[in-house]
């Protein structure tokens, strides 16, 4: 190793550091934010009041409760775990950081202040799971995820993700899947997705440069509609494609199992279309593949200024995301500004 080289990875710790320390202490001190914050509140000062799985109920509510009663506790832990983790993942396996920690900060860090319990095990899962279907040791990842289970049922799903996950298919046989499932998700899908709203609005846009808040209330409803629950499906199959087209030539070992991971999410989301918000939470594992899949994805491409441009369309397409699920419609009730507050 090389100074350069030494002195690069010195320098990424240290920032890697920061941002987690930053992050670990605003989410354990949050302090009523977040819609599910007196709930936990209310499980850790009584915890009878608790009736899901028995391993979080030990790990974080009953084990805590013997050094003391103030729930403070399980917000320091918990925090703890879910962001320390999920930095580590990005760390050891993100050609591009700073990419997938704001994919990290815009889509899932104030998710994480609500599913607590869910974001416990993904983490855990993320780190350990894929690790163990790299390596082969598929009794390892089977017990783990058994385990995890007890944190969160969602994750009895990930019993099944092996008979996908571990296997590399032919790039043929992925495009089979994948269209097996978007025909079911447009077959049953209650309503067509009205994508050709966007293009309406856009439209209306031109005619309103000279009148601002007709402009703003304008872009609002270009956000409804391009973010509305079935466009984010049809969001995330785009998203499934491009990465398609360009699998032959980010297809290692190890890649290829968050590929398999993120178009597992997309299966679940294409079958369960009708149980949306279920289907949504119970896809996060599959989508927090993003993170590493996208900078695998740009990290595929030679030129340097195809990159940046990548890089620069990702990181707008998730500021606005993040603008449109956190502000606009105040999701996780986190901004005192948000709408749905």
């Not at 090389?2 to 354990?28: A, D, V």
Request: contains cysteine; charged residues 10%; aromatic residues 24%.
């Amino acid at each position: 190793m090389n100074i350069t080289s030494f002195t690069y990875q010195k320098r990424s710790f240290y920032f890697f550091l920061l941002i987690f320390f930053t992050l670990f202490l605003l989410s354990s001190f949050r302090n009523g934010l977040g819609t599910d914050y007196y709930t936990y509140v209310d499980y850790f000062k009584y915890p009878e009041l608790f009736k899901g799985e028995f391993l979080f109920k030990y790990l974080f509510i009953t084990l805590p409760r013997l050094i003391t009663h103030n729930e403070i506790i399980f917000f320091l832990l918990t925090s703890f775990i879910i962001n320390l983790i999920f930095l580590k993942t990005i760390y050891r396996y993100s050609p591009i950081l700073s990419l997938s920690i704001l994919i990290y900060l815009t889509q899932y860090y104030f998710i994480s202040y609500n599913i607590v319990r869910q974001f416990l095990a993904i983490v855990i899962f993320l780190y350990y799971g894929i690790k163990y279907l790299n390596e082969n040791k598929l009794i390892y990842y089977y017990i783990l995820v058994i385990v995890l289970a007890q944190i969160h049922f969602s994750m009895y799903l990930m019993l099944f993700f092996p008979i996908l996950g571990s296997h590399e298919y032919r790039t043929t046989t992925y495009w089979y899947i994948w269209i097996i499932s978007f025909t079911l998700f447009f077959l049953l899908s209650h309503k067509i997705i009205n994508i050709w709203k966007v293009a309406d609005y856009i439209n209306y846009l031109s005619f309103l440069s000279d009148k601002f808040s007709l402009a703003s209330k304008a872009i609002q409803n270009l956000f409804l509609n391009l973010f509305e629950s079935n466009n984010i499906l049809l969001l995330k199959n785009a998203f499934c494609v491009i990465f398609l087209f360009r699998l032959p030539y980010y297809r290692e070992t190890r890649n290829i199992y968050w590929f398999n991971l993120f178009l597992f999410g997309v299966l679940i989301n294409n079958l369960l279309v009708n149980l949306s918000l279920y289907a949504v939470r119970l896809s996060y594992v599959g989508d927090m593949a993003l993170l590493l899949l996208i900078p695998l994805f740009i990290r595929s491409f030679r030129d340097k200024y195809i990159r940046i441009m990548l890089v620069l369309l990702f990181a707008l397409y998730f500021v606005l995301f993040f603008y449109y699920r956190f502000i606009l419609m105040g999701e996780s009730d986190v901004f005192s500004n948000g709408a749905g507050l």
